[in-house]
Every structure is written in C-alpha cells, then in structure tokens.
C-alpha cells in the first residue's frame, strides 16, 4: 500500500527524514511511531504529494507519487496536522464543499455526509461554525472529511490531537472498524501505549532514520522467560535447578519456554504458584532498546 526507497528530506542542514525504508501492506494498521521533531508529520506529507522529496522513492496503492497523485489521492482519506476548515460555516457546510471539490455524485452526497458524521460521532451536530468548536470536534470533521470518499487507504497524522480518553477510546474503535472492513490505515503518533493498542504493525522513527519496522505480534513474542509469583521461594529455586534468572520477593524471572510445563513441575513439587506468565516484551521496552534512549522522549496519554 505504501512503500518507500531511501526516502530523505533535508531542510537546510537538517535532515527530518533519513533514507527511510517504510513498507505498509494492505490490511495493516500501521503506527509510525516517533518523537516529537522525528520527521514524522514531514513523512506524512510527502507521501501525500504536499512536501517533495529531497531524494528517494514513494510508491502508494503501487503508483509513483508524487508524480500519479491524480490517480492516488482519490482513493486515500488524509488528516495532516490540524484539520484545515472554513471556521464561519458549519460541519456539514464544509462537508458538502468538500465533497463537491472531490468530485462525490452530487445525488448521494447528502447519504455520503452524514454517514461520515455518523460514524465520527458527529451525527447530531448542529448548525454551529466550526469556530465554536473544540480542538476535538474539529479532528473529528477532519477524519470525517477523510472518510468521505471511502478510502482503500487512511492517512492520519497524530489523529487523537486534542481529544480526551474517551475520544481517543472512540476513534481507535472506529479505526479498528474500518480496518476490518478493509481499509488500510497509517497512522503517526508519538504516544506509545496508542501505538500499542490499535495497530497491527509498527515503525519506529528516531531523529528522522526508521530503527525498527515489524509486525508487534513478532515484537512482542515471548522472551524465553516465564514470569512466577510464589511465596515458597526457597523450595522454588531448588527445583528449578539453575534455571533461575533473578527474584524480586515473591517474584521470580524464569528461563523456560513453556508456563503450563513448568507450573506443573512446580505444583507437583508442592510449590504453591499465585501466578504464572510468558515474559513478552511491552512497546516501551522495544522502543529503549532500538533508540537507546529515554522513553520519555514519547508523550504519555493524557
Ligand atoms: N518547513 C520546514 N523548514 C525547516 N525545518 C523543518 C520544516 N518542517 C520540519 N522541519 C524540521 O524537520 C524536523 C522534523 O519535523 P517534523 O515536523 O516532521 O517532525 P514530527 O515528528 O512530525 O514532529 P511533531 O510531532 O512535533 O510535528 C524538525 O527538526 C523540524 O524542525
């Protein structure tokens, strides 16, 4: 769906984006993941034509951009740093003068419209301009502008801007829906636990370069550890035989690859086991080990 080739941009001496290799297949969800100032919305925008490459390729829905935009854009739903909207009229004004520019069938528009406003939560809006509205209504218009052409693709730059937890809560929902009825999603963010619980796949973007893109299932595959919660911890260490990584109180680090196994010869060497798990990395985790850094440097939900 989207591929990229040793994609750069330099601004002056500062390069945003370094020979990035980005590769998102149909059906993804995808979160490019990074700090803020990593390049990320810079990305975003040349993959949609609105920023040239210093050097490097882009293909998207396997056409050259920007050079087939004409034939892409209509077929990608984008929101790119603060939706843009006429502040005097209303959501749904600004809803039709868009659909009318893309070129929507006029007869259907109004269906098209307020499906759209629908599924953002927007459905009883009233005549208000967007001016009176919250930063969170208004990313809200800007997604349910991106959903008006139903999209094969969604591009979304920092897409939960400006919304509370419960907001966050219902575009995740709605993203996961789409995505399950087909549509492709990208999106960039900077907090990891968003990254963590909507997306299927991960790039991580560090002063501009990606250190990291795989799928989190094989990122947060199990670490060959097993994670015990026991008070008979002196009878544990006996029959684990060396096995034994560290303990913590009653909690101990394991190596075995099997929690059902090693529950069983524990309890029947009469250990008493509170809890037993897979070790598996969290996003966090992977994240200070691929940019060594702090992860502070990544928002934390509001
Ligand atoms: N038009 C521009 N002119 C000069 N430098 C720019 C320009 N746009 C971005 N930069 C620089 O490029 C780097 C990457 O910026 P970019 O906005 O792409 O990062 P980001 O990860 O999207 O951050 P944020 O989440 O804060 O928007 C930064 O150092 C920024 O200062």
Do not use: W
């Amino acid at each position: 769906m989207i591929t990229t080739h040793a994609l750069t941009k330099r601004f002056g001496r500062t390069v945003a984006v370094d020979a990035v290799d980005l590769r998102v297949r149909e059906g993804d969800r995808y979160g490019f993941l990074g700090p803020n100032g990593s390049g990320k919305t810079t990305l975003v925008r040349m993959l949609l034509g609105l920023v040239y490459a210093s050097s490097g390729e882009i293909e998207v829905l396997g056409r050259p951009m920007p050079r087939r935009a004409a034939e892409v854009l209509p077929q990608v739903g984008a929101l790119v740093e603060g939706p843009g909207a006429y502040a005097h009229l209303s959501g749904r004004r600004n809803l039709v003068l868009l659909d009318a520019a893309g070129g929507g069938a006029r007869r259907s528009r109004r269906a098209r419209i307020e499906e759209a406003l629908d599924r953002v939560g927007l459905a009883a809006v009233d005549q208000r301009p967007v001016k009176a509205y919250s930063l969170g209504m208004r990313q809200r218009l800007g997604l349910a502008a991106a959903l008006l052409g139903r999209p094969r693709l969604l591009v979304l730059d920092e897409p939960t801007n400006g919304l509370d937890p419960q907001g966050i809560k219902e575009i995740r929902d709605l993203l996961v829906e789409l995505n399950a009825h087909g549509t492709t999603v990208f999106l960039s963010s900077h907090l990891l636990a968003e990254v963590e619980q909507l997306c299927t796949r991960v790039g991580i973007v560090d002063r501009g370069r990606l250190v990291l893109e795989d799928d989190l299932a094989v990122l947060r595959e199990p670490t060959g550890r097993v994670l015990v919660a026991t008070p008979d911890v002196a009878q544990a260490a006996a029959v684990l035989d060396g096995r034994l990584e560290s303990r913590a109180g009653e909690a101990l680090v394991v190596r075995h690859d099997d929690p059902a196994a090693l529950n069983a010869r524990l309890v029947a060497a009469g250990v008493r086991v509170h809890a037993i798990r897979a070790e598996r990395r969290t996003l966090e985790q992977v994240v200070l080990e691929v940019t060594g850094t702090g992860s502070d440097r990544f928002g934390v939900p509001p």
